[in-house]
Structures are given as C-alpha cells and as structure tokens.
C-alpha cells in the first residue's frame, strides 16, 4: 500500500555556465550549468532531457550536441556546443528547466512505499564487503 509523501521537486539555474575544451577529435565545448536544490531525480531528468529536445528541434548547429548524460549530479552538462549556437542555448535551458519543473508539479509521481526515514535505516544495514 502506498503513502502519500509530498515528494515535488523544483530546481532552478544556479550560476553561470563554465565551459571546458573536448578532446582534439571533437567539436565543440562541455559546458556545465549549476542547478539549485541538489541533485535531480531521475523522473525530472527526464523531463528535463525531453522539454529540451522540443526547445532544440528546429535549431540549426545543434548537431554536434550531446544530451545523452545531460543532468550529472547537481550540474547540467551540455557536450558539443558550438560557438554559433551558445548565445540561443541559454534561453532555450532556462525555458527547459521551467518546463520540467511544471512537468514533475502537474503530474506527480506515485506514492512512496514506505517513508525516507524507514528507507534510509534499511540503507544503514547494507554494508558491503570491500577486497
């Protein structure tokens, strides 16, 4: 039987992108985005990953971008972004993010099993073997 625990989850750009050379056989650069509120869910990251590919569709130079691990951990990590497409890029996250937080509030996820304090004492007991 499950319990209802409110369990939303919003986040918000936190910061300026950084960006960061790829290997010499790439194109474009990593830019990584700061998001608020920790590390996402794998449900908002989902929704993240599809409201950005709608922003994106029809955008041209966008062909060299990477979204496959778009959310790593806290940051949001564009792989491939040319110069040419970095100053649409921005708007197009911002307009993401708002997406999927609505997304994750108009459709919330299904009741949890058991209540985190009780997931966490049986997180305590797993103990694994090191060597």
Do not use: F, Y
């Not at 197009?92 to 609505?102: E, Q, S």
Request: with cysteine.
């Amino acid at each position: 039987m499950g319990m209802a625990i409110g369990m939303s989850e919003t986040h918000q750009i936190a910061g300026a992108p950084k960006g960061e050379p790829l290997a010499a056989d790439r194109v474009g650069a990593r830019i990584r985005v700061p998001l608020s509120g920790g590390a996402p869910s794998p449900r908002w990251s989902r929704a993240l990953g599809a409201q950005l590919t709608n922003e994106l569709s029809g955008h041209a130079g966008v062909g060299h971008l990477r979204l496959g691990e778009l959310v790593q951990g806290d940051d949001l990590v564009l792989e491939g972004v040319e110069e040419r497409e970095a100053p649409d890029l921005g708007a197009c996250l911002a307009r993401a993010v708002a997406a999927a937080n609505a997304c994750v509030a108009d459709d919330p996820s299904q009741p949890a099993n058991m209540p985190p304090a009780r997931a966490e004492a049986i997180a305590a007991q797993v103990r694994p073997t090191t060597g």
